[in-house]
């Protein structure tokens, strides 16, 4: 079992920087975990912002965020990173931290990951 817990969440100004942190818990390190960010805002889906593969060699981004967002990891600290520049008032959502063993092809699809976290809140202000 892995527990997951987003941190770094808050409301910033638009064009603003927030960097949300995803730590590992539980019985199996994450090392060997795809890891992935998702959001959800209000009244949509839920949708796939970034991935990562267990060794960083592979990194997949949503269109909506490239060249904005970075994601990373520190398997040694059991913590992935979503950095955020840029921010938009569309980037607006609750962001949540998913895990899977292994590699999906699939890593864009929230059914591949078996884990989540509790989601923490980004607010874009215009």
């Known amino acids: 079992q892995v527990q997951l817990i987003e941190s770094g969440g808050g409301l910033v100004q638009a064009g603003g920087s927030l960097r949300l942190s995803c730590a590992a818990s539980g019985r199996t390190f994450i090392s060997s975990y795809t890891m992935g960010w998702f959001r959800q805002g209000t009244g949509k889906e839920r949708e796939f912002i970034a991935a990562?593969?267990?060794?960083?060699?592979?990194?997949y981004y949503a269109d909506s965020v490239k060249g904005r967002f970075t994601i990373s990891r520190v398997n040694a600290k059991n913590t992935v990173y979503l950095q955020m520049n840029n921010l938009k008032p569309e980037d607006t959502a609750v962001y949540y931290c998913?895990?899977?063993?292994?590699?999906?092809?699939?890593?864009?699809?929230?059914?591949?990951?078996?884990?989540w976290g509790q989601g923490t809140q980004v607010t874009v202000s215009s």
């Open positions: 990562i593969s267990w060794t960083g060699g592979s990194i």
């Open positions: 998913a895990a899977v063993s292994g590699w999906s092809t699939n890593y864009y699809k929230s059914d591949q990951f078996a884990y």
